[in-house]
């Protein structure tokens, strides 16, 4: 069963730093993987989307890496801002259950003004 | 561009009720995904569909039930509803089965079980 893990699970950051969220998975054989936002109570907001050939994809202040070989995924978010606030969720698609999105628990970010 | 809909937004029941959430994809979308997030808890897969048929399915109780319409909608039906089955209720869509194929997720349905 793929185990999506994220790193850390909650962190606060001074307005202007660049933010680094981490994402795991155990099964490396992915289709692929998206990075979302979600603000409380609300809904998935999609930010990038990684196929499982490419290695980073970018829009914006926003670069997600995949290395797909040790199971790793970064989102940076370059000069973080109040309006960052929110949770980034990881999610991985796989072959085994290519139907479906196996989600981390997220990151809860905090940019303080 | 046209997103996914979902209704209604809000929904409120009593236990042992039944509740029908809908989904209406984004056009020419075939394939619809149910997830339901529980709080303070990740999105769990629980069923979806493909040119109308049942294309996998999860963690979804057997009180659920749900089907995608020739017109590609879908609705999840949710009997003897209980307090567990309080949740956030996800719909999406993609233009493809195929497992490369982007999910474009819906606003949410709040189901509150009193």
């Known amino acids: 069963k793929q185990e999506v893990t994220q790193i850390p699970a909650a962190l606060s950051v001074p307005e202007g730093e660049n933010l680094v969220l981490n994402c795991s998975f155990t099964?490396?054989?992915?289709?692929?993987l998206q990075w979302f936002r979600q603000d409380p109570g609300k809904g998935l907001t999609s930010l990038l989307l990684i196929q499982s050939s490419q290695r980073e994809q970018t829009s914006g202040r926003l670069n997600a890496s995949l290395d797909k070989s040790s199971g790793r995924s970064t989102l940076y978010i370059a000069a973080s801002q109040p309006g960052d606030s929110a949770t980034y969720l990881c999610a991985v698609r796989d072959p085994p259950r290519n139907n479906r999105l196996a989600f981390g628990k997220g990151n809860q970010v905090v940019v303080i003004p | 561009a046209a997103g996914v809909i979902q209704s209604p937004r809000h929904l409120i029941k009593e236990k042992r009720e039944t509740a029908t959430l809908k989904c209406y994809p984004i056009?020419?979308?075939?394939?619809v995904y149910w997830y339901q997030q529980g709080p303070g808890q990740d999105p769990q897969f629980l069923i979806s569909f493909y040119e109308k048929m049942q294309s996998d399915k999860g963690s979804i109780p057997d009180r659920f039930s749900a089907q995608q319409f020739s017109d590609y909608h879908s609705e999840l039906n949710m009997s003897s509803l209980e307090l567990g089955d309080s949740a956030l209720y996800f719909c999406a869509s993609s233009a493809s089965v195929l497992g490369s194929a982007e999910q474009y997720f819906g606003p949410g349905t709040r189901l509150t079980v009193t």
């Open positions: 099964d490396s054989a992915i289709y692929n």
């Open positions: 056009p020419r979308h075939d394939t």
